[in-house]
């Protein structure tokens, strides 16, 4: 839609607000050419090329002859080494290319170039025969002497024709400044309301007074009308904002929007049954994780996909993966579980928050009085093993238990029950790659005390949840906890290793109380014995205030436990008083969404987003909707609903982080197989995954060299390469899963 002129001026100081203020260029400052003979006017020295590639000068450029038939970009690269980049140095990356016949795709990139092949910027143009201009300005998060530019031209089926001129990296240029479309500054949840749920919206504006507001159906006759209620300055965003609450509305429909201060939101219903559609696509997600089996297209149209690291070719599998050179003397097979996010990695403690979160959807059906354990049965979420007469969420729950179990050391060897921490490739891999096609060394990594008590806590769970469908599994399940909650006891102090993070994330930790509280509820509650008990009540951790602003996730998992204690019958002296935690720790959350103009139960300290913050939301969320399970208190179930509105888009950036749901949706999460961004051959991500979202930390290059100052919210961007901000992890995917579960039971 046009906007007016004076809108559109407020706007721009408005985001202008956001950022904070970047530093100049330095006046009179030079700009230094990086790249050697980048017009190939003396020859293609020092360019280089791959074996397979055949190149040389052609009416003054460098065209190479790229064969077909290759697995991988890098597989086919042109490139030149030895270039010196300064850490904090702005550079414009450029060059003209062209390809013959089109349709081709090249990753262009530069990076480290030895091991472990650091890629600090890349994009991926599909340069056309008549050839294209191309220009990126980004800052270099390193210093170096050994960066490379390279044109990765592989992963083709059929030969083609790769042209190259006018190759430039110019240092001590301007930063670029980055400014987000956010769209129309009525910022709602662009996918649904409940009906007799709460209804509010954001309006970003330069009054300072109450504004008149009008609620518009499909067919545009005003349904509703009232005042906005002034906020000022949002500390998440720096934004001057009013609040509009249009909760009095009780009519169905679609294709609503809301009118203030001459704009007009994007469109949302009023209706319940998007998030029974999120449940599902929520929890769908997890079948195009899997690995060690085939995707089946059948089940997931645009989304088949062979089976990851079976030992395939060029797989090296997880049928016999041996440990990091001097941990082991033996090797497991341990095929199965989730790619934990966009990597090839498998982790047992983001797999054990993740399955528990999953598992607990499901528990809270059997117990919640608006529960209804129905609507994940056995059929729900089109699985190969729907129709076994089991829950599907519990089957595909399952997948990932069936590889935890499978990470316990065995018997006989040292540390024999303890878990091991993680399973991924020797080395980092770039994007795109399919799982099939990884063709890297997998190891396994030390066993820890955080991860043994992660496989304690789930496997327990598992046992009373999958007992009426699968006892001999159940009783498998139990055993293998009990194990690990004496190897755990046995070795209290085994914490991972925070340099290990070549190939995979660390996952750091150096406190393993709150996995041994965790661990000690769930086997209390599937056993009911006094050790578990004991343990549990003489926990430091039973009495604290756990429920802290940051949330739970997986290096906090005392609130795990809690939640069960509070939620999952059982005789467990003083439950009263775990209950009572629980709603204090709601309120202090109600507390905290009331007092954001964005409506989240989240203001982290400093206003500085975590990595991950989208789940934080959800996780906060959880508490309070536990809340009203066990209070049937209206304000909580109300506080939990609005907390999906942030999500849903009712942000500072007007954008669903909910792939597939709303008129502007996150959908180029990094991933190495949903891909499209970077291989128009690939999907986006499914509907129904979650973007991590805004992180202050903005620690990959991409993000750095766009969101340089940014302010709370506006620390996102939804591309590819901002690993930082735009992953998606199957334990955020479960804190949507479980509050979407939620919403649409109240529905």
């Not at 820890?448 to 469908?469: D, E, G, I, S």
Request: net charge negative; hydrophobic share 35%; charged share 20%.
């Amino acid at each position: 839609m046009t906007r007016r002129g004076t809108a559109l001026l407020a706007v721009t100081a408005l985001l202008a607000a956001a950022f904070a203020a970047l530093p100049a260029a330095e006046a009179g400052a030079d700009e230094v050419e990086q790249v050697r003979n980048g017009t190939f006017d003396t020859g293609t020295e020092p360019w280089w090329t791959t074996s397979n590639v055949t190149a040389g000068l052609s009416g003054g450029q460098l065209c190479a002859d790229v064969p077909g038939g290759t697995a991988n970009r890098w597989d086919a690269a042109v490139g030149q080494n030895d270039i010196t980049l300064v850490k904090g140095e702005s550079y414009r990356f450029s060059f003209k290319a062209s390809g013959s016949p089109e349709g081709h795709v090249v990753r262009a990139i530069v990076g480290l170039q030895v091991s472990p092949y650091d890629t600090w910027y890349e994009v991926s143009p599909q340069p056309t025969p008549s050839g294209d201009g191309y220009s990126y300005t980004f800052t270099s998060p390193v210093d170096t002497a050994q960066a490379q530019v390279a044109f990765q031209v592989g992963g083709g089926a059929d030969p083609w024709r790769f042209c190259l001129d006018d190759v430039s990296l110019l240092g001590g240029v301007p930063p670029e400044v980055y400014e987000p479309d956010t769209g129309p500054r009525v910022r709602v949840n662009q996918v649904a309301y409940l009906p007799d749920g709460p209804k509010n919206a954001t309006l970003v504006t330069a009054a300072t007074t109450k504004l008149p507001w009008r609620l518009r159906n499909a067919g545009g006759r005003t349904v509703a009308h009232g005042w906005t209620v002034p906020r000022g300055t949002d500390v998440s965003s720096a934004q001057n904002v009013q609040s509009i609450d249009f909760g009095a509305y009780r009519g169905h429909g679609k294709d609503f929007t809301l009118v203030a201060d001459g704009e007009t939101s994007r469109p949302f219903d009023i209706g319940a049954g998007a998030y029974e559609r999120l449940r599902l696509d929520s929890l769908k997600y997890y079948y195009t994780q899997r690995s060690g089996i085939a995707i089946s297209d059948a089940l997931r149209p645009g989304y088949g996909r062979p089976a990851g690291h079976l030992g395939t070719a060029p797989n090296q599998g997880d049928t016999n993966v041996p440990c990091r050179p001097g941990l082991c003397d033996y090797t497991l097979d341990v095929t199965g579980g989730w790619y934990d996010a966009g990597d090839h990695g498998k982790y047992v403690v983001n797999g054990g928050i993740a399955t528990w979160e999953l598992l607990s959807t499901y528990e809270r059906s059997l117990h919640a009085r608006t529960g209804r354990s129905g609507k994940l049965g056995d059929g729900t979420l089109a699985l190969p093993e729907s129709g076994n007469k089991v829950p599907d969420v519990l089957d595909e729950g399952r997948w990932e238990l069936e590889f935890l179990l499978k990470m316990q050391v065995p018997d006989g060897q040292p540390l024999a029950g303890m878990a091991h921490s993680k399973v991924h490739d020797a080395q980092w891999t770039g994007l795109p790659l399919l799982p099939s096609d990884d063709p890297q060394k997998r190891e396994l990594h030390a066993p820890t005390t955080q991860a043994t008590l992660n496989l304690a806590a789930t496997a327990a769970q598992a046992a009373r949840l999958y007992r009426p469908y699968d006892r001999a599994f159940a009783s498998r399940a139990l055993t293998a906890a009990r194990k690990a909650w004496a190897a755990a006891l046995a070795h209290p102090e085994v914490y991972p290793d925070p340099d290990d993070g070549t190939g995979g994330g660390a996952y750091p930790d150096t406190d393993a109380t709150d996995e041994f509280y965790w661990a000690a509820a769930e086997l209390y509650l599937t056993t009911g014995e006094k050790q578990f008990a004991d343990h549990v009540l003489g926990s430091p951790l039973h009495t604290a205030d756990i429920f802290a602003s940051l949330g739970f996730d997986w290096g906090r998992t005392a609130a795990a436990g809690r939640l069960d204690l509070a939620t999952v019958p059982s005789g467990l002296p003083g439950r009263d008083k775990v209950l009572r935690s629980v709603t204090k720790a709601a309120d202090t959350y109600l507390a905290t969404l009331k007092s954001e103009p964005y409506g989240m139960p989240y203001a982290p300290d400093g206003n500085r987003y975590d990595w991950g913050s989208n789940a934080q939301i959800l996780n906060n969320a959880h508490v309070v909707a536990t809340a009203y399970d066990l209070t049937g208190a209206a304000k909580y179930r109300d506080g939990a609903v609005q907390s999906m509105d942030y999500l849903l888009g009712r942000n500072a950036l007007n954008v669903s982080y909910v792939t597939g749901y709303g008129e502007v949706s996150a959908h180029n999460e990094h991933s190495r197989w949903y891909a499209h961004e970077l291989d128009p051959a690939l999907p986006n991500p499914p509907s129904g995954t979650l973007a991590g979202g805004a992180n202050s930390g903005i620690q990959d290059p991409y993000a750095q060299s766009k969101l340089r100052g940014c302010v709370g919210q506006f620390c996102y961007i939804d591309d590819i390469q901002s690993w930082s901000t735009n992953e998606t992890a199957i334990n955020w995917n479960a804190a949507l899963a479980w509050m979407a579960s939620f919403v649409a039971d109240q529905g």
